[in-house]
Structure formats: C-alpha cells, structure tokens
C-alpha cells in the first residue's frame, strides 16, 4: 500500500500527515488529524458540510484528494474561535437560533465567514447564493441568513 | 516496512509530498485489483509521459467529478496525474489580442478576471452557473469539457466564442475546435497520453457579444436540460456580419447547427431573425426523454433558450 507524505498547514499549524490516494482531504481531516469539526454529509460536493478553506477557497473538502494539499495552507471550523472566544458568526449563529441539529453549521460557518471576507456588506440575495452549497434539513434557512446579516452589520460597527 | 520510494511531487525546490510504499503482505490494494497511484508533475512533458505510460491513468484537475466518480466505483484508475502544479494549466495570459486559459483555471479565478469577463461575459456566466460557491473553488472548464457531458455549461459557451483547445501529448501540441473534443456521453477525441493543456479564446471582433443561458427547473445547482451559447458580431449599421450558436444537453454532445447561426447573419436581429434562429434551433435538437425534461419538452425549450441568448448577446454586442 503507497502512502503518500504531504506537509501543510492547517490553522495556521504546520502540520506533516500520511495518506493513501483514495483519501480525501475530508478523511485526512477527520480520520488522521482527528479534527471532527468537519462533517461528511453527501461525500458528493452537494451538501457543502464537509466545506473547508485551501489557500483562500472556500472547497468541499470530500472533492479534494489529500495527497493534493501538500504545502496548501487550510482552514477549519476549529480554528474560527480565538480560544474560549467565539467568532461573531459563532455567537450570532447562537443569538438567532440558526441551528438545531448542527450538523450543517461547522460548513456554513466556514462558508459564511468567507463570503463576509469578500464582502462586508451582502444583500439577502448575494448571501443566499453564496450559501446555495451548503443545505441544512432543520432551519429553512431564513434564521441562517438573518444570522450572517446580522453579524455583517455588526462587524461593519452599525 | 516503509520504504522511501523517492518521487518528490510537491512545488518548488522543497519536498511537500514524498511516496512511501509499504511492503508489508497485508496491502489493501485499490479497487479493481489495481493500486491508485498519484502522481503531481511540474512540467507538461512529464503529465504527458506519465499519461501515456498507463492506459488507466486519469488526470485530476478540480476533481468535481473525479472524485464523485471514484467514491462511486464508476471509475478505477490506476494512475491519477494532477496537473495543477504545471504553471501553463493554471494561467491566465493575453496572446495575439486574445486570452489563453489554462485547462486547471477554476470558475472562481476566471470569474474574477476582469478583463476577461468584460469581452467573454457569455462564457464567464457559463461557467458560474456550474454548482455552488464551494464547486466554483475547484471545478475547471478543462474538466467540464473532458467530463464530456452533453450538459456541461461552459461548452457551448466556449464553441459559440470560437475557442480552440490546445492539447498536449507524445507527438507534441495541436489545436482543434473546442466543439471537436467531445464526441458523446463521456467520451472525447483525445488519443493515448494526451491531455486539454489550455484553451485559446482569439482577438474578438469589435462589437461582438456573447451570451449563454440554459433551462433548469430552479434557480441554482442543477444541471442544464438545454443550454443555449450564442456569439455575434455586428457592423457599423447594427447589421450582424457573423454569428455562431452552440447548443448543450439537447445531443450527445453540444451542437453548432450552421442553420441557427445562419439565420441571424445578414439580419438587423430583429424579430423575423430570432424567429428564424428559434426554429431553426429547434429543428436541431435531437434530445432524449429522461426524468430532467421530456424530448418534445426540450426541443421547444431549446429555441426559446437561443432566442433569448441572441436578445442578450445582441445587447452587449451593442455596448461593446
């Protein structure tokens, strides 16, 4: 059985891991890593719950082979609070009540935090496009829009 | 036992992925009996070489749909050659007035290309309309050509430009049509060891417009049930001097009937020209029945959808 070494990055730690070609960097995430904040849900690209950054995109991590990250730099849901403090999409995500399995939230999170990254001002429209890839079965989605709305509005200082 | 094999496939001088292979009797091997090797070379001649020393040998660019295919067993390839550390497969450069893209050039990256969405707005829309935020990161017009789904959007786009696909394999480079890589459901024209390096989008006419739309039963995430790639040209006195139509999901593999393209050219692109242009798109589909859209369904659908993309494309040919 090949394994492959690859070096990289993720949160800011430089990290080195062994895999073998089939696996994604979502099994590399969570099987060799141990870091279960990312979730499988469809293991297609459909569902967006597994979504990580890589070098400043917002991917599925299932669609992403992990031999392929070498010298990537890589984002997760783990590395979104500062400590005990939380990211303000976190505590809103709270605030509104814009979960309740949770299972879909690690990857709107992840997806949210980059779409206000790009823009600090989204309309509902930009932000639920911007979300299409990331499908909760819970909420109907309107308590996860008023949530990243209202965390825009209070990083901008209004 | 571990035994270092030595192949160094990362960037740049420093080694960020080493092959390790372990000897031990008890390797679980890939599916099909075959072990998967992966493999990432920097230049086009060692992809090309590595190509054509496997027959099962797969290349990895997005993987949008590689990699749904292998978690699916619909493929087992024994070699996978991921040609996105080869600089010229992700590059976006001007030649001779045009753009040359790079077959591993991501929808996002090229979405936010200005100068290139401000001459080929009709294949920038194409692409985006592929999937989510999450695809767009990733997935490749590169890959939606050699995926070879009648459906994939950025084609009839790309055909409808006049693009060329410049491909690499053991007896060098050519070029051929966009329209001439894909010859039906997963299946294209590409011999043994070759790959798409990149795509040539030539100098545009002044005045050319271009546009895409497709029909799908909602508004995002879904795939085409027709798809309609128009470009067209006009002359000082808004008459169109050269026009072509390409469309998607409506054969086995996207159309360019010369009889839809033929009825805007000469023609103000008034109503009796889109008139003509519908009917004769129409008359050009030869779609299958499935659980997306019924034959005769698509066949209607498909004049409105290149009407509509001429209205579009004369519009911007118009502002250009």
Known sequence: MTRYHVSATVNGDEIDFLCEPEQTLLDVLRDELHLTGTKEGCASGDCGACSVMLDGRLVCSCLVTGAEVGDCAIETIEGMADGERLHPLQQKFLDHAALQCGYCTPGLLVAAKALLERNPDPTETETRYWLAGNLCRCTGYDKIVRAVLDTAAEMRGE | ?320
Request: glycine letters at 10%.
């Open chain 2, 1 to 320: 036992m571990t035994t270092f094999r030595g192949a160094n496939c990362g960037l740049g001088a420093k080694p960020v992925c080493s092959v390790f292979t372990d000897t031990g009797s008890n390797a679980t091997e890939g599916s099909g009996g075959v072990e998967m090797r992966y493999e990432a070379p920097e230049t086009m001649k060692a992809a090309v070489a590595l190509l054509a020393s496997d027959e099962h040998g797969r290349v990895l660019a997005g993987g949008t749909d590689l990699l749904v295919q292998l978690r699916a067993d619909t493929i087992e390839p024994s070699l996978v050659v991921d040609i996105k550390k080869i600089d010229e497969m992700c590059a976006i450069t001007r030649e001779n007035g045009g753009f040359r893209i790079g077959a591993a050039v991501t929808g996002a990256e090229l979405g936010e290309h200005e100068a290139f969405k401000s001459v080929w707005p009709g294949v920038v829309e194409a692409l985006e309309l592929i999937g989510s935020t999450q695809i767009q990161g990733r997935a490749t017009m590169g890959g939606n050509l050699c995926n070879a789904s009648p459906a994939a959007d950025s084609v009839p786009a790309m055909i409808a430009a006049g693009a060329i696909a410049t491909i690499e394999g053991p007896d060098g480079r050519r070029d051929v049509p966009v329209g001439e890589v894909a010859t039906g459901p997963g299946r294209t024209s590409l011999r043994a060891g070759e790959l798409v390096a990149s795509f040539l989008f030539p100098e545009q006419a002044p005045r050319t417009g271009d546009a895409y739309l497709r029909f799908i039963p909602r508004t995002e995430m879904d795939i085409a049930v027709v798809g309609a790639g128009v470009c067209l040209t006009l002359d000082d006195s808004d008459v169109c001097v050269a026009a072509k139509v390409s469309l998607g999901a409506v054969a086995a593999r996207a159309l360019a009937p010369e009889a839809a393209a033929k009825a805007l050219i000469g023609t103000p692109v008034d109503d009796a020209a889109l008139a003509e242009l519908s009917r004769a798109a129409s008359a050009a589909a030869q779609p299958i029945d499935d659980k997306r859209g019924t034959r005769e369904f698509r066949i209607q659908v498909t004049g409105v959808m290149a009407r509509r993309a001429a209205e579009t494309a004369l519009a911007r040919a118009k502002g250009a």
